[in-house]
């Protein structure tokens, strides 16, 4: 049937994923006095997100993060820098590790300040004599190492990968047969879902397919068949519960019987799940039914 709930369900059982921040690129920048330098732009999902960069630098800079959109605008306007939100702000670093958590949805950028400060009266008049290149020469830059890093994953990347499968979902009127859903099982401790509403009392249990059948057609045969079994649920009209089968099992079968004869119409409502394996099953072990 129809595919509900999708839920990444990973390392069930497994030894858990290893992350850690790992280098990804370096850029190598060189600041003139007060100069700015806008760097890498980060574009947070909706729960926000962090950042991680190491910085060395020959001068003192001061460190910052502001919207992409607003820096590019004050780019035309550059008497408006001083005017934008910035956050995270790090002052005087020559060497350091910098991380700021970003806002969700909004694109930010990383931006650095050289804070070195530049003899207006003494550069115009040289550069009147060199020219205007040769005096931003006479200034030794700020070299600037900024060495990105991701969020990567190390060790146990790759897992079983899980979603949640809709079985069954119906409104029934109650009778003496009852109702009766399948399912096989494709690895060992699968987990069966199984929610109920009823108007009257039940008796709900998850049986081998073949007990199960004889049990909705000789209603008079359940009491030994939920004999056989640790998965059931007597006597009830609202409740969730779960359950594990094994592959090696077989066809498995959620039976739903009213606890005692009905004499009036009564409703009922049933939703049965289970959760299947969808990529790298190869890596589930047969002793993870006692983790799951």
Not at 90 to 100: A, G, K, L, N, P
Request: hydrophobic share 35%.
């Amino acid at each position: 049937m129809g595919l509900l709930l999708i839920i990444s369900c990973a390392s069930f059982g497994q030894p858990p994923r290893t992350f850690d921040w790992v280098r990804a690129s370096d850029e190598i920048v060189q600041l003139d006095p007060m100069q700015f330098h806008s760097g890498r732009v980060y574009r947070p999902g909706p729960d926000g997100g962090n950042m991680h960069v190491i910085i060395h630098a020959r001068q003192p800079v001061t460190l910052a993060m502001t919207g992409a959109r607003e820096w590019s605008e004050a780019q035309q306007r550059p008497e408006t820098l001083g005017g934008l939100e910035y956050r995270c702000v790090r002052e005087h670093v020559i060497d350091t590790t910098y991380e700021c958590h970003l806002p969700p949805g909004q694109a930010m950028v990383l931006v650095l300040h050289d804070e070195r400060t530049a003899d207006r009266a003494i550069m115009k008049g040289i550069g009147v004599i060199v020219n205007r290149r040769g005096a931003r020469d006479l200034v030794s830059p700020n070299d600037v190492q900024i060495t990105y890093h991701s969020w990567s994953c190390l060790q146990n990347c790759v897992q079983p990968e899980y979603k949640w499968f809709l079985l069954a979902k119906e409104k029934f009127d109650v009778s003496a047969s009852g109702k009766l859903y399948s399912v096989t099982p494709d690895y060992d401790g699968q987990r069966i879902w199984v929610k109920i509403k009823a108007q009257v009392p039940m008796t709900l249990a998850i049986l081998p397919s073949q007990a199960a059948d004889q049990a909705y057609d000789k209603p008079e045969t359940l009491s030994s068949a939920l004999a056989q079994t640790t998965c059931k649920q007597r006597g009830v009209q609202k409740i969730e519960f779960e359950c594990k089968v094994n592959r090696g099992d077989g066809p498995q079968s959620l039976i739903a019987l009213p606890e005692s004869p009905i004499r009036s119409h009564k409703k009922a409502e049933i939703e049965f799940q289970t959760l299947k394996c969808l990529a790298n099953c190869d890596l589930i072990e047969s002793e993870t039914a006692e983790n799951k």
